[in-house]
């Protein structure tokens, strides 16, 4: 009896829950959209596509990437290496025109000697500005968590404060850094520039470029200015990074000799064609200027 008041029971349960979905099958509209704070997210396909395309940053996002107002000096053309006598820079605050010549400048920090016996630190972190308080660049100068060079443009009135352990940074108003920008001739197209100030149709030649890779000791933003208050910000993220990469030959190798798993091979392998198949592009327009904070290198490829 009361087995078969059990079967009676379990059968009313099974039919309501059937009801109760079928219900909900009747009233379904779709899969609900995204929602954040209440409200319905809306997806810009177009933004997405300049994201997947260029790695930019959609307009609405930009304050997120500008921590502080950027200079109007940043769309101004940049200007000339001299022959101006080198310097070094330490801890405090300079005024360009009076303690230092204005005009293009290759920085360079100072190494620190982590040797057990001499164990020297130095940090420096650089900030620029305007008369109006507004940032022209920043960079932190260390070894491994910095970077350690840039070449920016100083132009009369800014400001220089050096501030960190022992900051040491050389200024060079000649072309020192030539010989680490890498803009070959006919066989290859490549440029790697590296930290701070530049000039399309000066530095580098307009046209459609591939970023072929970041060395960055962390995210960073490429900021591309043009017209008169134009500006593009390109997300420079991780993934750029070639140095994380194994070789096709490597790859294999370590796999002979047994020093990886298959599952392993097979991730450094898909890593490696993620990695080649979505390198963002760039247009880059006579007299547009870039800004160019915390990157060891950044290699384009004209296409």
């Known amino acids: 009896m009361l087995r078969h008041r059990f079967k009676q029971m379990s059968g009313v349960a099974v039919l309501s829950m059937a009801l109760l979905f079928l219900g909900g099958c009747a009233s379904y509209t779709g899969i609900r959209p995204p929602r954040y704070d209440g409200q319905t997210i809306e997806q810009n396909d177009e933004a997405i596509m300049d994201y997947q395309d260029h790695s930019q940053v959609a307009e609405e996002d930009e304050t997120l990437y500008v921590r502080y107002p950027l200079s109007k000096a940043l769309w101004e053309p940049s200007y000339e290496f001299s022959d101006n006598e080198s310097l070094e820079l330490n801890e405090g605050t300079y005024t360009v025109g009076e303690d230092l010549p204005e005009g293009r400048v290759y920085l360079q920090g100072e190494s620190s000697d982590f040797s057990p016996d001499r164990w020297i630190i130095h940090t420096a972190n650089v900030i620029i500005r305007d008369r109006e308080e507004a940032v022209v660049f920043e960079q932190h100068f260390q070894d491994d968590v910095g970077v350690m060079q840039a070449v920016v443009d100083l132009r009369e009135g800014q400001t220089i404060t050096l501030t960190g352990n022992d900051p040491i940074v050389f200024v060079s108003y000649t072309d020192a850094s030539a ?73 294999q190798e370590l796999l002979n000799l047994r020093q990886i798993t298959p599952d392993m091979y097979e991730m450094n392998e898909l890593n490696r064609e993620r990695f080649e198949d979505n390198k963002p592009t760039l247009i880059l327009n006579e007299g547009d200027t870039l800004y160019l904070p915390m990157v060891n290198q950044l290699i384009l490829e004209k296409n």
């Open 179 to 251: 010989a680490m920008m890498d803009q070959s001739g006919e066989e290859s197209e490549s440029i790697t520039l590296l930290s701070g100030h530049y000039e399309v149709g000066n530095q580098i030649e307009a046209g459609e470029y591939t970023i072929d890779g970041v060395i960055s000791p962390r995210a960073s933003e490429l900021y591309i200015f043009s017209g008169e208050s134009d500006q593009t910000i390109i997300e420079l993220h991780s993934r750029l990074n070639p140095y994380h990469l194994v070789s096709a030959e490597e790859n």
